[in-house]
């Protein structure tokens, strides 16, 4: 969290957020999975909704993103909603 730039930051892990790229059930107990995973994924959108109602800007990272490639998409979120012309409304 970067409380002053009201930016949250999630890193989500490919099997347990279903990543498109990533996510493969497990043979074993597959529609457990298949469920777990979507059920992950509508509880992060709902976790994005509900910040991003409260003003917060929301990055999700994937466990599989270049470090750089992530550190570059916190850093311009902190910087464009702590620049002076940020405007609630370009949010999201």
């Known amino acids: 969290m970067f409380t002053r730039a009201r930016v949250v930051v999630f890193i989500d892990g490919c099997f347990w957020h279903g990543c498109p790229l990533h996510f493969t059930a497990p043979r074993s107990n597959r529609d457990y999975w298949l469920e777990k ?3 992950n994924r509508a ?4 976790t994005d909704a509900t910040l991003s109602a409260d003003g917060w800007f929301v990055v999700r990272i994937w466990e599989h993103e270049a470090p750089t490639d992530a550190a570059s998409r916190i850093r311009d979120a902190v910087e464009r909603k702590t620049s002076p012309g940020y405007a609630e409304s370009t949010d999201g």
């Open 43 to 46: 509880r992060d959108r709902n």
């Open 37 to 39: 995973a979507e059920y």
